[in-house]
């Protein structure tokens, strides 16, 4: 228990970085499949691994202190003496540790309420279609049991059928891969650690490009569905207007609309390697750090009789007083 | 016809009846859907959707004509609308179409389509 924890807190950051900087062309350049459970499953390693490395500070910090270490009969003593990260470092790990927890309530908080407004909403539909007549053109997957694709009735007007068909097929890929769990495990994931943010966008177009491959196979023709692209985009962009945030969600499309039309690019087995080793290096030294701890504790419950010895029958008060007869 | 596939089947009639500005006959959701459906599919699916109260029919010439019924669902849209207009930038759950483009996007949308002929 000292400074290699902190080099594997290093590591593991340095790690995280990694992660997010190769994880968009991961989701532009693997099969989009492959990259969103990489994808996904990577960030929440990662974030379990950004909330063990401050939990272990935070452990052996409290571990130090006496009232605790007596309530829990080990020897502080022998923590105090085994632990030679400062003490400051373990502060800042506690304070990391306290703001995950409120970072993690608050994104799980507002996690599970879209998810469930989205569930409590599709509920009240009729049909696997819900159609709003006096609406901007738009279309989107609604996750539910089972979940409903909403669109625009303008929308539907303005495209063929055999465009309605691609459409449909993608957010119908949505619902039934559950692409909205992915993004959500993501987002957690980022609250708890920022360093994983380029991530969250990383996943929402690996998740349209995996729906994007399922409508191309049931219409088996991708150049349709990049026009369909084209066309709704040009469609809904007409009424949309560009405010920050969607510029910034922009080149999405473009990225889509390359991915179908260019040639397939192989598995990419080496990139999303990577990005898996990136995932769970950081993971093998959480795991030794945790399991490191657990051997300091359980050697500090052995030493706790021997450097503090309590007179047998504990009797507090009268044995204070026979100490020193 | 297993239960995925009908269901997709009765979003698309569905979409197909909505885009539609007049009502119409069983025949031509089926000519408009193409891919060689029977028109008994067709026929099945939209009585099926006449029985969940999804479509309304009437007679016109001998023939039944079929028109979208809006649901409790499209009645709460402003709802989703403001479910999706919340959840944009803040969480990822709802995931649109196309997320609206800058001129940028759609330049170099466009220009990856021209290769394809796109309309």
Known sequence: ?325 | MDRRASGRLEAEVLAVLWASPEPVSAEEVRVRLGGGLAHTTVSTILARLHAKGAVIRELVSRNYVYRPVLDEAGLVASRMRALLEDQRDRTGVLSQFVAGLDRRALEALRQALEGEGGR
Request: hydrophobic share 55%; with cysteine; net charge positive.
């Open chain 1, 1 to 325: 228990m000292s400074a290699s924890l902190l080099i594997w807190s290093g590591a593991a950051l340095v790690s995280c970085a990694g992660f997010a900087l190769l994880a968009p062309s991961v989701a532009r350049r693997a099969p989009a499949c492959l990259a969103a459970w990489t994808l996904s499953l990577g960030s929440l390693v990662l974030a379990a691994v950004s909330v063990a490395l401050p939990l272990v500070l935070f452990v052996v910090l409290l571990g130090q202190w006496e009232p605790v270490a007596a309530m829990g009969h080990w020897s502080a003593h022998l923590v105090r003496a085994r632990v030679t990260v400062p003490a400051a470092i373990l502060a800042l790990g506690t304070v990391v540790l306290a703001g995950q927890g409120l970072l993690l309530v608050q994104a799980a908080w507002r996690e599970a309420r879209a998810l469930s407004d989205a569930w409590r909403l599709a509920r009240r539909s009729m049909g696997a279609l819900v159609v709003l007549p006096d609406e901007r053109p738009t279309v989107f997957a609604l996750p539910g049991w089972p979940g409903r694709i909403v669109a625009a009735q303008q929308l539907l007007q303005a495209l063929s059928t055999s465009e309605i068909r691609v459409v449909l097929a993608h957010e119908q890929a949505h619902l039934d891969g559950r692409h909205e769990l992915h993004r959500a495990a993501v987002s957690l994931a980022s609250a708890l650690n920022p360093v994983l943010r380029p991530a969250r966008g990383a996943i929402g177009l690996a998740t349209e490009r995996w729906a994007d491959e399922r409508a191309a196979r049931l219409v088996g023709d991708r150049a349709l569905v990049a026009r369909t692209i084209g066309h709704v985009a040009r469609v809904c962009g007409r009424e949309i207007p560009a405010a920050p945030t969607m510029a910034a969600a922009g080149p999405g499309e473009a990225l889509r609309v390359e991915a179908l039309l260019r040639p397939p690019l192989g598995r990419r087995t080496l990139l999303t390697a990577t990005l898996a080793v990136l995932a769970l290096v950081p993971a093998g030294a959480a795991v030794r750090a945790l399991s490191q701890t657990n051997d300091l504790f359980q050697r500090a419950e052995r030493a706790y009789g021997t450097s503090a010895p309590v007179p047998f029958p504990p009797t507090p008060i009268s044995a204070k007083a026979s100490e020193h007869p």
